[in-house]
């Protein structure tokens, strides 16, 4: 069960409202904003999944399928959730890791645990009209021996120009005890 704190752009959305106005002002024509979503990173109505912007929805969906492919156990699938360059901090391990192989050697051995995670908290954030975080807690029960790990994690995506979400960012670390 997710337990949910949201965020809102609201000062994007201002901005962006204030920009209309201005931009009608500068050429003398009569403009009336679109209705401010603060939903979405511009502020202006559009439908979760658009191409050319990021909403709350969709940080939260991402982070979703990043738990799925995880629980599914298919290390290249994990890593192919990441733009080629993104940085993991991970949970269990030491290090930076700033490559695709090191990615990869992380997950493949993550998952001979078996882990399934379950978000305790979370706060999604826009940064952008195309970046946007996930930060929060969450807890992996290891399966092959039933251990639980909290931790907490921030992750942070960017939108693609083929509006693909991809993580650039993501780190984990165990809570302290």
């Given amino acids: 069960m997710r337990t949910k704190t949201v965020v809102r752009a609201t000062s994007v959305a201002a901005v962006a409202s204030v920009a209309i106005v201005l931009a009608a002002c500068g050429t003398g024509q009569a403009s009336t904003p679109a209705a401010a ?12 999944h658009a191409v050319g912007e990021l909403t709350l929805d969709r940080i939260e969906d991402q982070f979703d399928t990043w ?16 733009r080629e360059d993104a940085v993991l901090l991970p949970t269990l ?16 051995d993550f ?19 195309t970046s946007g975080s996930l930060s929060g807690l969450y807890t ?38």
């Fill in 67 to 82: 738990l799925d492919t995880v629980a599914q156990g298919d290390p290249q699938a994990i890593n192919a959730l990441y």
């Fill in 140 to 177: 992996f029960t290891m399966g092959e021996s039933g251990d639980k790990v909290p931790a907490r994690f921030t992750f942070v995506f960017e939108l693609e120009d083929d509006g693909d979400v991809v993580i650039v960012d993501h780190h984990s670390s165990k809570l302290p005890a």
């Fill in 111 to 129: 998952v001979t645990k078996k882990p399934t995670g379950e978000i305790d908290e979370s706060v999604p954030q826009l940064l952008s009209p």
């Fill in 37 to 48: 979503d603060t939903d979405t990173a511009a502020g202006t109505n559009a439908s979760a």
């Fill in 93 to 108: 391990w030491a290090g930076v890791y700033n490559s695709s192989d090191e990615r990869l050697a992380y997950f493949t």
